[in-house]
């Protein structure tokens, strides 16, 4: 069936860079879009970007000078990679597969932006 | 980018209660507006998407309409499992969240 999962650093210091994985399952990256989104803690949610089945990228305007989302789709894996970090990029990070067919989203993986 | 206005931000409501959520984009995003679900330390979960067709599992009480830049979802008769966080989401043109609902028990 299909699943993704999120992994990474738990704790990154500011100014570092977050670099997060998103392992899938269940379907190929060839064929579908892999989005990222997060949600500060007690916060709403926010799109950071797509990858879509073809490599292209979108990223939010917001977030676009500091994100970066790639893949290796032999390894069924997604990247993203978000640079300059603050405290207000703590947030639990999800990737999800979202289009008519279905919703799937991962359980996430909370980053904490902290000296 | 295409923003997204949700309200209320907060609903008090009582089990059986009819509610009512409300999107408005910043412009016309052609029927492209799923509704979310989320509980407290979960993923959220898809209710409604393309503005009126239901999730498969999902109970025929929530349902969606509307058109051009005003959206709402609707829950006919809430039960205790529906207290929760809603949000809209537009993917007509990449994609943006509403800010949220809190739905919780008068």
């Known amino acids: 069936q299909v699943q993704l999962k999120e992994s990474g650093p738990g704790l990154v210091q500011p100014s570092q860079t977050l670099s997060l994985t998103c392992t899938v399952a269940g379907f190929s990256l060839t064929s579908y879009n892999v989005h990222w989104v997060r949600q500060p803690p007690g916060k709403g949610l926010e799109w950071m ?21 790639s893949k290796d789709t032999s390894k069924s894996q997604v990247f993203l990679k978000m640079n300059s970090l603050q405290t207000e990029d703590t947030a639990t990070y999800y990737c999800a597969r979202s289009n008519w067919e279905g919703d799937y989203w991962g359980q996430g993986v909370m980053v904490t932006v902290s000296s | 980018d295409i923003q997204m206005t949700q309200s209320p931000s907060f609903l008090s409501a009582s089990v059986g209660d009819r509610v009512t959520i409300n999107c408005k984009a910043s412009q016309n995003i052609n029927k ?50 529906d207290f929760a966080t809603y949000f809209c989401l537009q993917h007509n043109s990449f994609r943006t969240f509403g800010g949220g609902t809190k739905l919780e028990l008068k």
């Not at chain 2, 209710?47 to 006919?76: A, E, H, K, M, V």
């Open chain 1, 49 to 69: 970007g797509v990858i879509w089945n073809t490599g292209g990228t979108r990223y939010n305007s917001a977030l676009k000078s500091r994100l970066s989302i």
């Open chain 2, 32 to 81: 492209y507006l799923n509704w979310y679900q989320q509980k407290l330390g979960e993923a959220p979960k898809r209710l409604i998407y393309n503005t009126n067709n239901l999730q498969t599992g999902i109970p025929s009480r929530f349902s969606g309409s509307g058109s051009g830049t005003d959206y709402t979802l609707t829950i006919s008769s809430l039960q205790p499992e």
